[in-house]
């Protein structure tokens, strides 16, 4: 079944502890992204990759950080997350931004992350 | 700057009631705009893509259209099963990123 996974969808934390959120497609997908959706704001981008070893900043890339080093594999990383980070995150593919058609992105279901 | 505005923000509609969505855009060149329906607690699915102003799709009892400024989604009909909240996004030319409004949310009561 094609599907975007992310792992895992629900996680409580505390200030400054490290975590990592991990995001999959079967697929092969050039573009992948990570959004948070917070009430009231709607989603908002926090990183996109258009293919391997190539990432951009969305609108909200402050406190987060990714790497793209398979085309199937796009985690999202907080180093030290803090309250504000408390969210929705949603992963998302689609076949790439060069070909206008393939521009349909898939969502994963989501991993609510809580900072305390 | 890029933006994307939804109205209204909430809808409530009888079954057999058709509506219309509407979402206003400014970009400096339109790539492409989006239409996803989100149910609770899941992610968005997609179900248009519009790229230049005339243009139209539709599926079963939705309708997309786009004009320089705005697009509706055109909900003919609508039944229970249509509730959800609706989100438009656009991708500005020369650029990969995607803009989102902040959704309509519709209630199709029986």
């Known amino acids: 079944e094609a599907q975007v996974t992310q792992n895992p969808r629900y996680l409580i934390t505390v200030t400054g502890k490290k975590l990592t959120v991990t995001c999959s497609q079967n697929?092969?997908?050039?573009?992948m992204s990570w959004y948070r959706q917070d009430p009231g704001l709607g989603l908002r981008q926090i990183y996109y990759s258009m293919n391997v070893e190539v990432t951009d900043k969305g609108d909200v890339p402050e406190g987060y950080k990714v790497s793209r080093k398979e085309k199937r594999n796009f985690p999202l990383i907080l180093e030290s997350p803090s309250p504000n980070q408390t969210s929705l995150y949603f992963c998302a593919s689609s076949f790439g931004g060069q070909t206008r058609e393939y521009n349909e992105q898939f969502f994963g279901p989501g991993t609510r992350l809580t900072v305390l | 700057e890029d933006q994307v505005t939804q109205s209204p923000e909430a809808l409530r509609l009888q079954e057999g009631e058709s509506s219309s969505l509407n979402c206003s855009y400014t970009v400096s060149g339109l790539r492409g705009l989006f239409w996803y329906r989100q149910d609770p607690g899941k992610g968005p699915e997609f179900l248009f893509t519009l790229y230049s102003a005339g243009e139209e799709k539709e599926k079963e009892r939705l309708k997309a259209t786009l004009t320089k400024k705005e697009s509706f989604l055109h909900i003919t009909a609508p039944k229970p099963e249509d509730s959800a909240t609706y989100l438009c996004?656009?991708?500005?030319?020369?650029?990969?990123?995607?803009?989102f409004g902040t959704g309509t949310r519709l209630k199709v009561l029986a």
């Open positions: 996004a656009v991708q500005a030319s020369g650029t990969y990123k995607y803009i």
């Open positions: 697929m092969n997908h050039e573009y």
